[in-house]
């Protein structure tokens, strides 16, 4: 594997015992193995671990096995166990998404991450998007309580994994965390708020490794908590981890890379430069918002075929009954519904169209995916007008997003020569149906790439990297951001990206559109 | 002062506010300062006090002062507070003695020692000397026991010291401390058992910097503390301190540096080498083990003329009715008590000698230093025959260390240039009457210095200046240490220094006894 180097790791030592002859303490027998053995001149330890040393390795008769941590430059001792226990090192990296929790469990010796789980954040309770977070602060008490919220939920995430997969809880030794900056400002109990007003400066985008309990994280006592460090209040660890995911950093094409999510940020660059933006973009995509929006978990509907009569087919993750409709579904349901003339390019119902599909209520039209009967909630599973219109400006906004780091260096859509489209959709997300709705660009199919969601995936690459880790920095340091909001061309821009795909369809020549 | 450069230091800085066009976070911000300011690329700092900065920098205007330490090489942000507080910059040093605890308050603007209390180690109430600590701790939760004993008797110190200067607990921003490893094992809550059992090992010798409140130091929130490290399980911290404190490795000279205290360390060496060994040597003349040995503070009797008749004159601590004895007077009288042949050179009550003070009791004779109405404490404050016999074996112990020493490197007391004596005495020791008893060996006069406690100015040395720490980590790695009881000759060395001054009296050629 390369670059296979976890920052954190295990290593059976057989100690020399003390005698009279070499009556060194404990803990500097102990470092004189990591110098001999592992090369390791300084390593920290925690006040409490280092006062239980002599017992450990009076206990394994000097036969023990350490772990540790190698992040920003200092190792550290992160557990010390009598015996062999070398094979089973285990740790977890972690996507902080504002509406998803992705977290992988790793074997630390193989590099495999053996299990998976996806929750979402639980924090949505109180506001969709980052912003509605950060108004939520506002209240004594409240940013403690969203913290708790992602606490809870990461160790009941670490819990099932542990759990399925045979492991105690203290057996996981450490998390490496990528999300957006207010995300992970309030993972670490840190205020947001500056970043919400001008000039939105974070607390910090550098994230010092911590003990995982310092933050209520329920792992082994001393593994270690290190988020990936971001660039701005609204470029964050989680897209210098998609970027160290996708090493757009090292490309020699310009690529274009869009994170659909809830915050929808958007980079262009190679190994020259990289400049990237962030607007609230792509939620929708995710569910958000939407009547019946899920994320891509077992019993959402991840892929519809229409007929041209207003029927359809779809497709459950994990066939199962479905509950509700995620990305790449929308994305196949909107194309289709336009393709058919059954919403017209502005995204309205075509009332004169005879489909038993076709509701109205109160709130206006909707269309039906699943009937009730076939459902999981006993009830039906439609698209309303709102979540269309809620798509379309999702969409739009998206799509903006990128002309507007292109139009900064004087580039268009054609001068990209690579583009990577991560989040989290379904397994069929449909390149041509994203197109026809303008949500991607027209350009060459071949240069379309769905990467799903790079966050966790630079996660995990910095776990099982040190210099993947120090690349995660470095990625952070070489980016220059744009304000989207400081665009004076940004909402001419946007709203004539608010209809199906385009108002300027010579930007989308390969789209044919019913009339 | 020369190598005046704290530890811990204050620095009011005036940071560049954030603008749309400086979005830096405010870690970041502080981080710059930092490197512009004061020259620091790295600086270490707590998970909650990173929480605390957004809101502190803003309050304050974005004028602040940071406390930080500098310490192995690594840099910490230790407060920060809003506005200009650079003038209140506290710290202690403190020497965790077996018996005695001292605390410095000091200025760490004027590198000025303004207060300073002593107290006993409370400890004492489970053992006088390390052996009978570590015993103590065999016992399921008797170790914390220890430890908290200890913790709170320095917090009481820190509050007297604060009270009396008027500051608040929170502005003393740092902690250095020097003991024994034992003392200072206990002091972290480490089990110091290992040190008492061939071969002798500690758990660690060097003693990285935490957060005070982690052994639950009330001082700032974040303020440090560092213990001096040491050589072995029985020369430890207190000792490198001592040799800090009076430039011993430095020493053109040969000097044998004696601390009289309850664990009676002895140096021998130079700037080119230094050998040391420990032996229970010296707490008689702290006061231990004595029906009325008390330590050098107030109410203490401290000087003794006797008179040939047997009636005395003394003088105390702070001019109070006597409650005590301690080290000086100790000395004071055993000379005197042989000199006018009241005690013989076994340190054995002549009974010819006819003196109201001389009386007896079941436990045999007692000699009368201060009668019941002139003390504090209503009793007479005596020195009974086992106190003798007590201070004899002390002194013999002390001698024969020096000598084993001395063996070691080929050379004998002759060939000591600049002989040092640390420890708690009075004012006033007498260094003819601390020769004649045999517990300073009989050289040139000019080649003694009476130093007092060198582990206490040794902590204030390295609290004030980095580069001293540093040194006392040199110290600590170079001195190599001799284990008494390994030694053949020790027992016959030992034996034959239980005699006042001596059995070999041509070894105190300057020493007149009445026959």
Redesign the interface.
């Known amino acids: 594997m390369p670059n296979f180097n976890p920052v954190i790791r295990k290593r059976y030592l057989e100690i020399p015992q003390?005698?009279?002859s070499?009556?060194?303490?404990?803990?500097?027998?102990l470092l004189r193995e990591f110098k001999n053995k592992l090369g390791y001149n300084e390593v920290?330890?925690d006040?409490?671990l280092?006062?239980s040393?002599?017992?450990i390795l009076?206990e394994g008769n000097w036969k023990v096995t350490v772990t540790f941590s190698e992040i920003d430059g200092q190792v550290q001792l992160v557990n010390l166990e009598k015996g062999n226990t070398e094979t089973k090192a285990y740790a977890v990296a972690c996507d902080i998404g504002t509406t998803t929790l992705v977290m992988n469990l790793v074997d630390l010796n193989t590099g495999k991450v053996i299990d998976s789980k996806t929750s979402y954040n639980p924090q949505r309770a109180h506001g969709e998007d980052v912003t509605s977070r950060m108004m939520h602060c506002d209240k004594q008490g409240d940013l403690s309580q969203l913290h708790q919220l992602v606490i809870d939920e990461l160790n009941s995430m670490i819990d099932h994994l542990c759990r399925s997969q045979g492991l105690k809880q203290d057996e996981i030794n450490g998390l490496i965390c990528a999300g957006n900056t207010i995300m992970t400002h309030i993972l670490?109990?840190?205020?947001p708020r500056?970043i919400r007003k001008?000039?939105?400066?974070?607390?910090?985008?550098?994230y010092?490794a911590?003990l995982a309990s310092?933050?209520g994280i329920k792992i082994s006592p001393y593994g270690i908590t290190k988020c990936i460090p971001g660039v701005?209040?609204y470029i964050g660890g989680d897209i210098a981890a998609g970027i160290l995911s996708t090493r757009l950093n090292e490309s020699e094409k310009i690529t274009l890379f869009i994170d659909i999510g809830t915050n929808g940020e958007t980079v262009l660059g190679g190994k020259d430069w990289i400049v990237a933006c962030s607007g609230s973009a792509g939620s929708a995509f995710e569910g958000c918002g939407l009547e019946f929006g899920m994320n891509a978990t077992s019993g959402a509907i991840e892929k519809i075929i229409l007929k041209e009569n207003g029927e359809l087919n779809y497709e459950t993750l994990g066939n199962k009954s479905p509950k509700g409709i995620c990305g790449s579904a929308l994305i196949d349901l909107l194309a289709q519904l336009l393709e058919f003339g059954i919403i017209n390019r502005q995204g309205k119902i075509n009332t004169q169209f005879k489909s038993s599909r076709i509701g109205k209520t109160a709130m206006g039209f909707e269309f039906v995916i699943a009937w009730s009967a076939e459902t999981q909630i006993n009830k039906d599973i439609v698209l309303t007008q709102a979540d269309t219109d809620n798509l379309i400006r999702d969409k739009a906004a998206v799509y903006a997003g990128s002309a507007i780091l292109l139009k900064s260096m004087q580039m268009e859509f054609s001068n990209v020569e690579k583009l990577l489209i991560a989040g989290n959709f379904g397994r069929h997300l449909d390149v041509e149906k994203a197109i026809s709705i303008g949500l991607l660009p027209d350009i060459e199919r071949n240069r379309i790439e769905f990467i799903g969601n790079s966050s966790i995936d630079g996660a995990t690459k910095a776990l099982l990297s040190i210099e993947d880790l120090e690349k995660a920095q470095q990625i952070a340091d070489s980016i220059t951001t744009f304000?989207l909001t400081?665009e004076p061309s940004y909402y001419d821009i946007y709203t004539s990206a608010l209809f199906l795909p385009h108002t300027d369809m010579s930007l989308f020549p390969s789209v044919k559109i019913q009339k």
Not at 22 to 29: F, I, K, P, S, V
């Open positions: 003390p005698s009279l070499d009556t060194l303490g404990d803990w500097q027998r920290g330890v006040l409490s280092l006062g040393l002599g017992r009076r670490l109990g840190f205020d500056t001008e000039p939105y400066v974070p607390l910090t985008t550098f010092p911590f310092e933050i701005s209040g304000e400081r």
